[in-house]
C-alpha cells in the first residue's frame, strides 16, 4: 500500500489521468442514464383473469375463483396467492418465489388453468399473463372547449388518435385510454315494424352474423396468374350494416334493416366514464418499460401537446400529471445539497488549512459520484427517487476520509516535512482508521445488495449507490487526493505563517482553546465516571426498544411526504346503480371547489390552488372496486412551491 501511494506521489500524472477518465466517462454515463420514476424490477406477477358477463361478485367467488385457487394451489415456484371477485370478473394474482425462472412457472399455470372443466360455460376463456415491469410516466387529459359541442364519441376518436399518435413516437409503447364505454354497434328494432312484415329478432340477428363477415373462397389457378377469391363484406359502419338485406319478396322488393330498425354507433350501457373540471373527457395514461426513458417520454408529450392544441381548435389536451416533476424536484434537492456541501468544506478547511487544499478535498464529492455514475451505468442502474435518496444519504459522508487524510498531511507538513514525504507520511498513518471508517458504512449497506428478488428489490439501487460511491471516494482519498496535495504549489511554507496573522489567527487560537480548556477536561471527567457514562447509552438503546415493541415509536415502509396530488374513493354495495355514485362524487367535487375559494381567499392568491379535478365512475381504489357502485375524485393542486400550504393541508 505505501509503495503504491509513493507511486501516485512520485508521479501524479497517473492521478491526472485518472480524473480525466473519471469526468469524460462520468459525464457520458450521467448523459446517458434512463431516467425513471421507480427502479425498474424484475416481475415475479402472474394474472389469471375471467370475464363472466352478468355475474355477481358471490358467483365469481364460488363458480370461478376458487377454481381458479384451487388448480394452482399446489404448483412449485408459488409464493403467495391473491384473488379479486367483483361484478362480471375475477382476478387471480400469483407471487412467484423467483427460485425458477417466471415463464417455467407461468407455463405451469396455464397448464393448470386449461385443466379446469368445471367453469361455467357462459364464463369466458381464462387469461393468463405475467405481469410486465412497468412505471408510470405521465398522465394526460382529452376535453371539449369551452366554446364547442363536441360528444364524447368525438373525444374517443381524437383520444385514439393521440395514442396512436404516441406509440408511433418510438420512445413510448403502454399508453392506455380510458373514461368513455366500450363503443358498440346498436340495432334498436321497433315492435310494430317486427308484426308489420312478420320478422322475428332471430331473423335479424342471423342475417347480420351471415352477411358481416369476412368469407374466404378459395383460389383459381391457371398456367399465367393465380386469383384468390374473397368476399370482404365485414364492417362497423352503421350505414353499411343497415343496408344488409333480410328478407326478400316475390316482386323483387326487399326488406333491409334499416326499414324495421335504427342502427347506430354508441357506448355500452357500462359504468365506465369521467370528467375533468367537470366536462366529459377521455384519459390517457403513460407508463414506462425499463429500456424506456422517462424524460425522453415527458418531453415528446409536451411538445405533442402544444402542437395537438394549436392543430386542433375543438378540443383541449392537458398534461395533468408528470412523474418527471417529482423526480426533478429530488434531483435540485441533491444538487442543492451537493452544492451546499462544497461551499462549507471549502470554507470550513480554508479557515483552518488554505484554500488549494480545501479545493481538492471538496473535489471528493463530484470525483465519487461521477465514477460511480460510471458503474451504475454499466449495469444497468437508472436516475430513480430510491437512487437519488442514496445519493443524497451519502453526500455528506464523501469527504469524511478526504479531511482526514488531509488533514493529517497538513500536520505532518506543519512538522518540517517536505510536502512529498508529508502526503505519503500522513496518508499511511491515517489509512487503518480511515479504511475502518469507511469499510463498516461500506459493510452496513451491503446487505440491500441481497435484497434481488424480494419486494425490498428496489433497495438495490440505493445499496448500489451509496457502496459505490464510498468505495470510488476511498479511492479518491488514498491515491488522488495525495498525489495533489504533495504539489509545491498547495503545501507551501508562506501557508503556515498565514496562520498566524488576519482572520486565522483567531481561529486557530479558539480551535487550541476548544481543545485544551474544554475537551480535555471534558474527557477527563468522562473517562473517570466511565460506567455511568456506558451505562447512559445502553439504558437510551433499553427505552427506545420498549417504545418501540410497546407501539409508542410507530414503523412504515416509507414516510409520508408531502403529494402533489391526491384521490378520493367511493364505493358503494355492488349492484348499487350509477346515479347514487355519481350524486356523491359530485357533492365532493362540490366541496373541494368550496375549499380551493377558502384557501385563494385565505391565503390571498391570485389564481385557484386547485388547479385540476379529474372525475370517473366505474373503478375506484386501485380496481379492487369495479362497477356502476365504484367511483374516484383526482384533484390536482397547482405548483405548492412558494405558498404556505402544503399538500397534507389542503
Known sequence: MRKLVERFVEYPIYANLIIAFVVLAGVVSLMSMKKAFFPETTSRIINI?????????????????????????????????????????????????????????????????????????AAERPIVSKRRSRSGALFMNLVARDDSDIDLMTLKEYGQRIEEDLMRSGVMSQVNLSGFPTPEISVEVKEEELLRYNITISEIIRAIQLNNQDISGGQIKSDEEELLIRLRSRSTNPNEIGNIIIRGAEDGSFIRIRDIAEVKKKFADTSSKSWLNGKNSVSISVSKLPEEDLEDITIFAQQYVEEFNEENPGVKLELSFSFLEILNSRLDLLIKNGVIGLVLVILVLSMFLNVRLSLWVSWGIPFSFLAMFIYANLIGITINMISLFG???????????????????????????????????????????????????IIAFSPLLLLQGTRMEMMFHMAIVVVASLFFSLFEAFFVLPAHLSSEKILRRKS????????????????????????????IWLLRWRHAVIGVPIALF?????????????????????????????????????????????????????????????????????????????????????????????????????????????
Not at 85 to 95: F, M, Q, W
Not at 403 to 412: G, Q
Not at 515 to 523: E, G, M, S, T, V
Not at 555 to 567: A, G, I, K, L, W
Open 49 to 121: 383473469t375471467v370475464f363472466y358477463p352478468g355475474a355477481s361478485p358471490v358467483e365469481m367467488e364460488e363458480g370461478v375463483t376458487s377454481r381458479l385457487e384451487e388448480a394452482v394451489r399446489g404448483l412449485i415456484g408459488i409464493k403467495e396467492i391473491n384473488s379479486t371477485s367483483v361484478e362480471n370478473s375475477s382476478v387471480v394474482t400469483i407471487e412467484t418465489t423467483g427460485e425458477y425462472p417466471i415463464d417455467e412457472v407461468l407455463m405451469e399455470v396455464k397448464n393448470a388453468v386449461d385443466g379446469i372443466s368445471s367453469l361455467p360455460s
Open 391 to 441: 445519493m443524497i444519504l451519502v453526500i455528506g459522508i464523501l469527504v469524511d476520509d478526504g479531511i482526514v487524510i488531509a488533514e493529517n498531511i497538513y500536520l505532518h507538513f506543519e512538522k518540517g516535512k517536505t510536502p512529498m514525504q508529508a502526503a505519503v507520511d500522513g496518508t499511511m498513518e491515517v489509512y487503518p482508521a480511515v479504511l475502518t471508517s469507511v469499510a463498516t458504512t
Open 496 to 523: 503556515l505563517e498565514n496562520k498566524k496573522r488576519g482572520i486565522k489567527k483567531y481561529f486557530e487560537r479558539f480551535i487550541v482553546w476548544l481543545r485544551d480548556d474544554i475537551y480535555h477536561y471534558a474527557l
Open 542 to 650: 433499553l427505552v427506545t426498544f420498549g417504545l418501540l415493541n410497546g407501539g409508542f415509536i410507530k414503523t412504515t415502509f416509507f414516510p409520508m411526504v408531502d403529494f402533489d396530488s391526491f384521490q378520493v374513493n367511493i364505493a358503494f354495495t355492488p349492484g348499487d346503480g350509477e346515479k347514487q355514485t355519481k350524486i356523491y362524487l359530485d357533492n365532493f367535487e362540490k366541496v373541494v371547489w368550496e375549499v380551493n375559494d377558502e384557501l385563494v381567499e385565505e391565503l390571498n392568491l391570485d389564481e385557484d390552488i386547485i388547479d385540476l379535478v379529474s372525475k370517473s365512475i366505474g373503478s375506484s381504489f386501485s380496481g379492487q372496486e369495479i362497477g356502476s357502485h365504484a367511483g374516484n375524485l383526482n384533484i390536482y393542486p397547482i405548483n405548492l412551491e412558494g405558498i404556505k400550504i402544503s399538500g397534507h393541508e389542503i
